[in-house]
């Protein structure tokens, strides 16, 4: 399963809300649904899975939505940690994929 | 607290053969699968397990060892475009997902 990330690079100010989406070649059980944040020069971290479960120690502003082939994470409001490369993964199938990415800089 | 400490970084000559250790601790080493994903560099991840082995044409064994809760990835036939930061990750219990991550090992092959 192919995954595409839209957009590549999101500018956003800090306090602004940010929408990034994931798109699948074919259809993903929203069980199997996950987004990863990576911070230069760090591993990734997970954030969600199971398309809207929020991982350990992750704050609330950020949240998981979608099904079938389009998938959205949303940060409410944006804090400066949270300029990163954000990845969608699906592992309903194998092999597990990855999108290319979505860089979250600063506007 | 869940850690996952990988070895350092390695430089090896296309045709060698590469081995990265991943040790587990803080939690039941037995509970757990650690799968291993790649990042070459400036670029997106890739998952290295499961029936994805098979574009590794063979070359790519995981082992492990619960005596010391360490895993490991050796990686043979090393070609350039295997240059990449390769990442231990723990599987979710409720499988599929990666959610605890090692630093990375940098395996760089150059002549």
């Known amino acids: 399963i192919v995954l595409t990330q839209s957009p590549d690079t999101l500018s956003l100010s800090p306090g602004e809300r940010a929408t990034l989406s994931c798109r699948a070649s074919q259809s993903v059980n929203s069980f199997y649904f996950a987004w990863y944040q990576q911070r230069p020069g760090q591993a990734p971290r997970l954030l969600i899975y199971g398309t809207s479960d929020r991982a350990t120690g992750i704050p609330d502003r950020f949240s998981g939505s979608g099904s079938g082939t389009d998938f959205t994470l949303t940060i409410s409001r944006l804090e400066p940690e949270d300029f990163a490369v954000y990845y969608c993964q699906q592992y309903d199938s194998s092999p597990r994929t990855f999108g290319q990415g979505t860089k979250l800089e600063i506007k | 607290q869940v850690q996952l400490v990988q070895s350092g970084a390695e430089v090896k000559k296309p045709g060698a053969s590469v081995k990265v250790s991943c040790k587990a601790s803080g939690y039941t080493f037995s509970k757990y699968y650690i799968e291993w994903v790649r990042q070459a560099p400036g670029q997106g991840l890739e998952w290295m397990g499961g029936n994805y082995a098979q574009k590794f044409q063979g070359r790519v064994t995981m082992t492990r060892d619960t005596s010391t809760s360490t895993v490991y990835m050796e990686l043979n036939s090393l070609r350039s475009e295997d240059t990449a930061i390769y990442y231990c990750?723990?599987?979710?219990?409720?499988?599929?997902?990666?959610?605890?991550w090692g630093q990375g090992t940098l395996v760089t092959v150059s002549s």
């Open positions: 990750a723990r599987e979710g219990i409720s499988g599929g997902f990666f959610d605890y």
